[in-house]
């Protein structure tokens, strides 16, 4: 069997971790926004809830929430959850956390002064949010976002574990069957390595957008690692 | 200038019930165990032009931004318009303000900063149409057509479409001046506009402020160190010290012949320096 | 169902020995992180451009692939070329390596932070290369890069969790078992979630302290 008769195989699991990649990171950026908003308004109790969420679901490994999800969940409530959307949650939830974090940073980055033009013109803080803070802070929170949907990407590979045939679970099972160990898994992980790529081009394009919407020169090629990465890393599994 | 020889020199001039536009009513404002302003009072008539100079760290700043409510007072009353800034009436009685009622006395405030503060995110146009649209409700046509008429005035008009960054800071200036006048305020607050610019770029906006306080009744509050221009516009100049105004009175009386010795230094120091 | 605290208490002994595990391949592995992302991080520094280059993209294709299917390809494939290892020791040297991509990020921009003055004025007073990073550049680097490095640690210990799949006996690992042998998932995956809170909550307050007093990259 050559590489070339399982790319069938790898294409159909490439295509559930894309699915669960995409799937988690709506869910983790829908969460990002909401908390990261929340957490920067000025009224206290809502502050503490967002940052109690933020702590809770960074500090548990997405493996575990997603066993959670999937074996506990379903003995409280009755209901089964499907690996796949237990996977998407579990993910969504972890990589959101980190995401609301890094939403609070850059708004809280936006200088005062635009705060205090959109006062002087009598914007409602609503208002303020949507035309002025965010507009400015979303070219900020991009590298970022790249950087958390690489680290959703990677933990993706938990859902195997779970039994989704994922991109990983192919490699295991090829394993299994032909035991060309050292092919099955360099082949994941040049796909893997690929969709981050891909991954990475967009997050690239629309940073380069931001930019120019800001009216600042295109930025040199954003870096993963250092502190950013730092904040990052731990977003999946 | 609008009937600049009948306005009266300031608080004391008013016939008894008369409100002025803006008062201040033994203003206390600290930041930490730094008192900013002790228990000021000054007042504000409307279409008055009041420059208020003074060393920095005067306070003079700290009146504008408490006009904006950029700030809170510590102790005393604004009242703009018979408004308090602060307070608000209910029930007969003064409770503290909600969002709701500082946005409307807002409505009557425009302020333009020493740093300019446009919208790095919006082109000219939009950063001058934008609150008129979201905020007064009025129509984008309506928004745009003033938006013209007021670049036409500040000389920008062929930069509607361009963006802040590729403007000069006076040109940025004189958009933010355009910007604040677009939401027709009935008082504008100049915080040291043009401190921040290059020597080159002072003129032109003094010169579309000057066009302003010639062509409108607006009342005008201006922290300024350009001396020359606050004698041309001002009909009161207040000078500044510690918290307190050491000396009130004319342009021409300020700067042609302060009696305290404070404005003495402070206008020795800053002409000659 | 209700919740079994009483089961909880049972296996708690067996769950803490799981943790020992955890805590140890955390710990093991992050010495390791730190040491080998510091010798990337001055290879990449120091060696010829073409050795730099591949240096980087082997460090980038580490970065953008899972430690999951790193930790099978250590676990699976280096046995099958001769080289055997305990499940712990793959474990180990998979987090580490995957780690250590990270961690020479974070000294690379450490050692960038170092201002060049500091190299010339070395160079003016004939420092051997050695005492140029001993004494002079690692010192200044390693006290900005603290909060992130801690971060890892963090993160680390949250990865420990994968090496269930190469069968470690860590908490996870314990967890399941116990879970499955007397069909108390809810009460054991709860409780896993639990321990980890209880561990990397603070540790992520501590690192929020360090950040504040040491200067941060």
Redesign the interface.
């Known amino acids: 069997m050559t590489f070339f008769d399982l790319l069938p195989l790898y294409l159909n699991g490439a295509w559930y971790t894309l699915l669960i990649t995409l799937g988690g990171c709506a869910l983790a950026f829908v969460i990002a926004m909401t908390v990261g908003i929340v957490g920067s308004v000025r009224n206290p109790v809502l502050r503490a809830a967002a940052a109690v969420y933020v702590e809770v679901f960074r500090g548990v490994a997405a493996l575990v929430l997603m066993f959670w999800l999937f074996y506990a969940l379903p003995l409280v409530t009755g209901y089964r959850v499907e690996p796949v959307f237990a996977a998407i949650l579990a993910l969504g939830l972890n990589v959101g956390a980190y995401g609301a974090e890094n939403v609070r940073g850059a708004i809280k980055a936006v200088p005062r002064a635009q705060y205090e033009a959109t006062v002087a013109l009598n914007m409602t803080p609503v208002q303020r949010m949507r035309m002025v803070i965010l507009p400015q802070a979303w070219a900020q929170m991009l590298p970022t976002f790249g950087n958390l949907a690489i680290e959703l990407m990677k933990g993706s590979a938990v859902v195997s574990l779970i039994a989704v045939s994922d991109l990983t679970f192919v490699a295991q099972q090829l394993r299994t069957f032909s035991g060309d160990t050292a092919l099955a898994f360099t082949a994941a992980l040049v796909m893997y390595f690929i969709i981050a790529q891909v991954l990475l081009f967009f997050v690239r394009m629309a940073e380069r957008r931001a930019d120019r919407r800001l009216g600042r020169a295109p930025a040199k090629p954003t870096r993963r690692g250092g502190r950013i990465a730092a904040a990052v890393k731990g977003g999946g599994a | 200038m609008p009937q600049s020889d009948n306005l009266p020199a300031g608080a004391a001039g008013h016939a008894p019930g008369e409100e002025p536009l803006i008062r201040f009513d033994k203003v206390v404002k600290r930041f930490g165990r730094n008192v900013v302003l002790r228990e000021l009072d000054f007042t504000v008539d409307a279409g008055e032009r009041v420059t208020l100079i003074g060393p920095s760290g005067s306070g003079k700043t700290t009146i504008l931004r408490l006009l904006m409510t950029l700030e809170r007072v510590n102790g005393g009353v604004i009242w703009v318009n018979g408004d308090s800034l602060s307070h608000m009436r209910r029930n007969g009685r003064l409770v503290p303000a909600n969002e709701k009622h500082q946005r409307e006395v807002r409505k009557k405030i425009g302020m333009v900063f020493q740093q300019f503060n446009l919208f790095p995110n919006m082109s000219v146009r939009r950063n001058i149409t934008e609150a008129p649209v979201h905020t007064l409700g009025i129509s984008r046509e309506e928004a745009d057509q003033r938006a013209e008429e007021l670049l036409d005035m500040v000389g920008l008009r062929q930069k509607i479409d361009a963006h802040p960054t590729q403007l000069s800071g006076g040109q940025q200036q004189r958009v933010a001046i355009a910007r604040a006048l677009a939401m027709r305020p009935q008082i504008l607050l100049l915080d040291e506009v043009t401190s921040a610019l290059d020597p080159e770029l002072v003129a032109g906006v003094l010169d579309v402020l000057r066009e302003i306080a010639r062509t409108t009744d607006i009342t005008m509050l201006s922290v300024t160190h350009e001396m020359a221009f606050a004698k041309d516009v001002s009909h009161r100049v207040l000078m500044f010290d510690q918290g307190r105004i050491v000396e009130e009175g004319p342009p021409e009386q300020i700067f042609g012949d302060p009696h305290e010795e404070r404005t003495k230094e402070f206008l020795h120091a800053v002409l000659e320096g | 169902?209700t919740f079994d605290w009483g089961f909880v208490g049972e296996v708690l002994p067996d769950l803490l020995l799981g943790l020992r595990y955890t805590l140890l391949a955390t710990v093991v592995s992050y010495a390791f992180a730190l040491v080998l992302g510091l010798v990337v991080a001055m290879v990449r520094r120091a060696a010829p451009r073409p050795v730099a280059a591949v240096v980087h993209w082997v460090m980038?294709?580490i970065?953008?692939?899972?430690?999951?299917?790193?930790l099978?390809?250590v676990f699976?494939?280096l046995p099958?070329?001769g080289v055997q290892l305990s499940p712990l020791t793959a474990g180990i040297i998979g987090l580490g390596v995957h780690y250590a991509a990270?961690t020479?990020?974070?000294y690379?921009?450490g050692l960038e932070g170092v201002p060049r003055g500091q190299w010339e004025a070395a160079r003016a007073l004939s420092l051997p290369a050695r005492r140029t990073w001993t004494a002079v550049v690692l010192p200044q680097a390693v006290r900005r890069v603290i909060?992130?490095?801690g971060?890892?640690l963090?993160?680390?210990f949250?990865?420990t969790?994968?090496l269930?799949?190469i069968t470690v006996p860590e908490l996870?690992f314990e967890a399941?078992r116990l879970?499955g042998q007397y069909f108390k998932?809810?009460e054991?995956?709860?409780v896993?979630?639990l321990l980890?809170?209880c561990v990397?909550?603070p540790a992520?307050i501590l690192i929020r302290f360090l950040e504040r007093r040491y200067a941060?990259?």
């Open positions: 169902m980038e294709f970065r953008c692939t899972p430690l999951l299917v790193q099978f390809f699976y494939v099958s070329v990270y020479a990020e974070v690379r921009s909060p992130a490095l971060n890892y963090i993160s680390m949250k990865d969790p994968l269930f799949a996870l399941n879970g998932y809810l054991m995956m709860t896993v979630g980890f809170i990397s909550v992520a941060a990259i």
